[in-house]
C-alpha cells in the first residue's frame, strides 16, 4: 500500500497550487482521505480530509481557501490550494484512515496510510 504526494512547489503569496496524492495497493473508496502539513520546528498540523461521500472537513486555517476533492476512478485526493499565505509553508502529507470519525479526522494516529511529502513554499 503507497500513497505518493506531488504537486508541491514555490509559489507567491496569493498564488494556487494544486496537490496530488496516488494511492496505489488496494482500493481506497472506504476511506477518509485526508492532508496534513508540518512547517519546521512545529507538530505535524491537520488540513483536510474527505470521505467519498461529499462529506468534507476543513481546519479553520483553510477554510474558505483550500479545497480536497477526490477521483475514485484514479484513486487520487487532491488539495486545491488558493490565497496562499506565507504561513502555508510546510511539508504537505496526505495519509488515508479507515477509522476516523468526524471527531477524529483531525488526529494523525487515526491515518493508516501516509505518503511521503511534498514541499510547499509560498514567498515572493
Known amino acids: 500500500v503507497q500513497l505518493q504526494a506531488s504537486g508541491g512547489g514555490l509559489v507567491q503569496p496569493g498564488g494556487s497550487l494544486r496537490l496530488s496524492c496516488v494511492a496505489s495497493?488496494?482500493?481506497?473508496?472506504?476511506?477518509?482521505m485526508g492532508w496534513f502539513r508540518q512547517a519546521p520546528g512545529k507538530e505535524r498540523e491537520w488540513v483536510a480530509s474527505?470521505?467519498?461521500?461529499?462529506?468534507?472537513y476543513y481546519a479553520d486555517s483553510v477554510k474558505g481557501r483550500f479545497t480536497i476533492s477526490r477521483d475514485s476512478a484514479k484513486n487520487t485526493a487532491y488539495l486545491q490550494m488558493s490565497s496562499l499565505y506565507p504561513e502555508d509553508t510546510a511539508v504537505y502529507y496526505c495519509?488515508?484512515?479507515?477509522?476516523?470519525?468526524?471527531?477524529?479526522?483531525?488526529?494523525?494516529?487515526?491515518?493508516?496510510?501516509w505518503g511521503q511529502g511534498t514541499q510547499v513554499t509560498v514567498s515572493s
Open positions: 495519509a488515508a484512515s479507515s477509522q476516523a470519525d468526524v471527531t477524529s479526522v483531525p488526529i494523525p494516529n487515526e491515518y493508516n496510510y
Open positions: 495497493g488496494r482500493p481506497f473508496s472506504n476511506y477518509i
Open positions: 474527505k470521505r467519498w461521500s461529499a462529506v468534507t
